[in-house]
């Protein structure tokens, strides 16, 4: 079993739909959660980081971590053309631990 | 605050030469720095993790000869891709860290477009 499971699928949405991801994870010692955004051939950007169980949110985006089930999310309210982007979790155990990354999920906003 | 800056954007080399990417630090010290690989449309690989002043540690399954990573200051980490082959082409990107300085923790460049010929 991996560290991180990312269902890797694209996911296709019109403009003003609401993206859903989500990764699970297995390793317990995890304790900060961070959600990424990867332009094509650019290095990843970050957009959320967390380190409790709960919702965190930023404007359009909220980040939700479940440690009792081992499960982070991330949602995309109003979902814009410039949100098509590979979005991609990832946890460390803190400190200057790895970073251990899920596969990623290509989405597209169409407009 | 908080960018790391990584050169080469691109590079075209050919094969059996030598290829060196460096990643600093702007504005803050990196005590750690990451190496990443990245295929098309797969996620990122680590390669090999390096702390400034000692040797890095490879990935299981990265050859360290082939990989030279070295982090001889607090801002830059280089990483030298030696006897290049076709099949190391790929997206090499940094990571920085430093614990405390910004939210998250870590910084990634914008990443090398390698292509062996």
């Known amino acids: 079993q991996k560290e991180v499971e990312q269902d890797p699928g694209p996911l296709s949405v019109p403009e003003g739909a609401i993206v859903s991801l989500n990764c699970t994870y297995s390793n317990s010692a995890f304790q900060y959660f961070m959600w990424y955004r990867q332009y094509s051939r650019k290095g990843p950007e970050l957009l959320m980081y967390t380190y409790s169980s709960g919702n965190k949110e930023d404007g359009r985006f909220t980040a939700q971590v479940d440690k009792s089930s081992k499960y982070i999310s991330l949602f995309i309210r109003d979902s814009q053309p410039s949100d098509s982007a590979t979005y991609l979790c990832a946890m460390s155990e803190g400190g200057n631990n790895r970073l251990a990354f899920g596969k990623g999920n290509q989405v597209v906003v169409i407009p | 605050g908080a960018v790391v800056s990584q050169h080469p954007s691109r590079v075209i080399c050919k094969s059996g030469t030598s290829v060196k990417i460096e990643c600093r630090s702007l504005d803050f010290q990196a005590t750690t720095m990451f190496w990443y690989r990245q295929f098309p449309k797969q996620s990122l690989m680590l390669m090999a993790t390096?702390?400034?002043?000692?040797?890095?540690?490879?990935e299981q399954g990265v050859e360290k000869d082939k990989f030279l990573i070295n982090h001889a200051s607090l801002t830059l980490s280089t990483l030298t891709v030696t006897s290049a082959h076709p099949e190391d082409s790929s997206f090499y990107i940094c990571?920085?860290?430093?614990?405390?300085?910004?939210?998250?923790?870590?910084?990634f460049g914008s990443g090398t477009r390698l292509t062996v010929v």
């Open positions: 990571s920085a860290s430093s614990a405390g300085v910004m939210v998250g923790g870590y910084t």
């Open positions: 390096s702390n400034e002043g000692s040797k890095a540690t490879y």
